[in-house]
């Protein structure tokens, strides 16, 4: 709307140069054709400057939405059919393959249907599960179905809201992306009249995600470490937004149904093969998110102060598993064994930490069940499956 006022101004100020041409031509009093002239020459300069100041307006508007908006190359906001790599949306990548893109085959959840009959309807819908149950490729995939030819509003922080709004107010239809919604709740986030005014103009939807401890936590459940710093003011404010949306669960165990979806698309993709052999433990999605950040940690782990200690104990449980011993092994064995792994690395020059703290940081879990040493009864591990075919650190 604003863009279209300002070239009406400009057309009027062009009209008003060209009256005022043709006037000095016609056989009228001087006099009258010179006060007419001027005064279009009057309107036509304050149209101009009017419209340049329109102009400069919406070009540092624009500028400051590449700021706090995800856009494209051009400085537009992207159409959602646009957008081909899911992981710049906030999904985990997988191992990295051969000729095969970073986001595996899509296998499609059991709550599809259901997702996309409450976008339909309800146009703010929250999925919530565990940390990599696959919220944010379900909504991504859900979104390229629904509105391929809508813009895509993603907020890059907590700061950009009064952006986000903005430009979901000016685009004809669009969707607001709120991977995580909790970094944008509370102080300066969103607030219940923000997201009427998004879902006032009907082509409008919001697709959010969030983990169940975090709706718990906004919902009144126990709050956790994290959490400890969040004022009554934040968890009202967050509520106050998250009560709007229609909440959908999504598991992060598969179902029947969906493990049959990935058996048949498996040979697609050696990386689903490889998650469904090990789905009787882990979620498919956790499991093929969980590998590669759990091996970059690991790699990390040997810098001096780190973790080196947690590093050795992991490479000693990972090298049994390679020589073919699959049990879990006492953590009397893996403490002898890593001994040798550290000195090659620089044994005392690494500056190891407490084999408490190293037990603790390689079984603390990454994604909902996923550790580097995975605990079996009373002090026995064993390495993380994805780990015996990753790279070794």
Not at 71 to 87: A, F, K, N, T, Y
């Amino acid at each position: 709307m604003r863009r279209k006022s300002t070239w009406l101004l400009i057309l009027l100020a062009v009209l008003m140069a060209a009256v005022g041409s043709i006037l000095t031509k016609l056989p009228i009093p001087a006099v009258i054709s010179s006060v007419a002239v001027g005064v279009g020459a009057i309107i036509a300069g304050l149209s101009t400057t009017r419209a340049a100041a329109v102009l400069k307006d919406g070009d540092e508007r624009r500028a400051g939405r590449q700021v706090l908006l995800s856009c494209d190359h051009r400085g537009r906001l992207p159409l959602v059919c646009e957008l081909d790599d899911p992981v710049r949306l906030g999904v985990h990548p997988a191992a990295p393959a051969a000729a095969l893109s970073r986001s595996p085959v899509f296998v499609s959840r059991d709550v599809m249907p259901q997702l996309v009959s409450a976008l339909s309807r309800d146009r703010f819908v929250l999925l919530v599960g565990e940390s990599t149950a696959g919220k944010s490729r379900v909504a991504y995939e859900a979104a390229r179905e629904l509105f391929p030819r809508h813009r895509l509003v993603n907020p890059v922080g907590r700061e950009s809201v009064e952006a986000a709004v903005d430009a979901m107010v000016e685009s004809s239809r669009a969707v607001l992306w709120l991977d995580d919604i909790e970094r944008f709740l509370g102080e300066g986030g969103f607030t219940g009249a923000a997201v009427s005014r998004v879902l006032a103009t009907k082509r409008h939807c919001i697709m959010a995600t969030m983990r169940s401890e975090e709706y718990s936590y906004f919902n009144g459940g126990p709050s956790s470490g994290a959490d400890a710093n969040r004022s009554r003011e934040t968890i009202r404010q967050g509520w106050e937004v998250l009560r709007l949306a229609t909440r959908i669960d999504l598991a992060r165990s598969w179902s029947s149904e969906e493990l049959g979806r990935a058996g048949r698309i498996q040979l697609c993709d050696p990386r689903i093969a490889e998650a469904l052999e090990q789905a009787d433990r882990f979620g498919v999605a956790e499991y093929l998110a969980a590998g590669p950040q759990l091996l970059a940690a690991w790699r990390d782990a040997w810098a001096p102060s780190a973790h080196p200690r947690a590093a050795a104990l992991v490479l000693a449980a990972v090298d049994a598993r390679r020589a073919g011993i699959h049990r879990p092994l006492p953590l009397e064995v893996l403490t002898r064994a890593h001994e040798s792994y550290l000195r090659r690395r620089g044994g005392h020059r690494l500056r190891p930490e407490p084999m408490a703290t190293a037990i603790d940081w390689a079984t603390n879990p990454l994604y909902a069940t996923s550790s580097l040493l995975m605990p079996h009864g009373d002090d026995e591990f064993i390495a993380f499956d994805y780990l015996i075919v990753g790279t070794r650190p």
